[in-house]
T-cell receptor
Framework: AQSVTQLDSQVPVFEEAPVELRCNYS??????LFWYVQYPNQGLQLLLK??????LVKGINGFEAEFNKSQTSFHLRKPSVHISDTAEYFC????????????FGQGTRLTINP | DGGITQSPKYLFRKEGQNVTLSCEQN?????MYWYRQDPGQGLRLIYY???????QKGDIAEGYSVSREKKESFPLTVTSAQKNPTAFYLC???????????????FGAGTRLSVL
């Protein structure tokens, strides 16, 4: 079965600093990879996705992620964060075939300090 | 506006009571999903449905039931058999297209269920 590990449960960062949120998945088959963001008491919003092609994926709000097949990782990065980036971030994976159910990591809470 | 509507936003359940959470979408998506979110545990799949009148259990289906009588609606019932129902419940939907990109899931705003 698929599993996703987000290595940091909380990441505090100062405003305008760079940030990396780490995600590793376990799979021996080809997968789709996603990052979602959740603001307090809201649903999830898709930040970016890797489906195929270029391993560097750009998303909304200045975020990007790099798919590394050999390390089974899909880390999320932003070169300069803003107070409004304070939220919880979820990495998710699905198989390319079958029902394509999403399996989520435990989430990383990103806190931006002024 | 197209989207996924979950209601109510907050719901309280008494002991032994069944409660139903509503999820409606006007995105013309084929597939719909229910997730449970607990602090520090991410999202766990309860049930999903890829077509009307058909649904499958997810990872934590015990104590829950669903129906899919209409394409746009996928209500979730939390039964009295669910002993720890306090959580944030999220509904999602996605398009199912043969040979094309599938399963970009779009989420509703959630229902927070608490036990009285």
């Amino acid at each position: 079965a698929q599993s996703v590990t987000q290595l940091d449960s909380q990441v505090p960062v100062f405003e305008e600093a760079p940030v990396e949120l780490r995600c590793n998945y376990s799979s021996s088959v080809s997968v789709y990879l996603f990052w979602y963001v959740q603001y307090p008491n809201q649903g999830l919003q898709l930040l970016l996705k890797y489906l195929s092609g270029s391993t560097l994926v750009k998303g909304i709000n200045g975020f990007e992620a790099e798919f590394n097949k050999s390390q089974t990782s899909f880390h999320l990065r932003k070169p300069s964060v803003h107070i409004s980036d304070t939220a919880e971030y979820f990495c998710a994976v699905s198989d390319r075939g079958g029902a394509q159910k999403l399996v989520f990591g435990q989430g990383t809470r990103l806190t931006i300090n002024p | 506006d197209g989207g996924i509507t979950q209601s109510p936003k907050y719901l309280f359940r008494k002991e032994g009571q069944n409660v139903t959470l509503s999820c409606e979408q006007n995105l013309n998506h084929d597939a719909m999903y229910w997730y449970r979110q607990d602090p520090g545990q991410g999202l766990r799949l309860i049930y999903y449905s890829q077509i009307v009148n058909d649904f499958q259990k997810g990872d934590i289906a015990e104590g829950y039931s669903v129906s899919r009588e209409k394409k746009e609606s996928f209500p979730l019932t939390v039964t009295s058999a669910q002993k720890n129902p306090t959580a944030f419940y999220l509904c999602a939907s996605s398009m199912v297209q043969i040979g094309q990109l599938k399963n970009i899931q779009y989420f509703g705003a959630g229902t927070r269920l608490s036990v009285l």
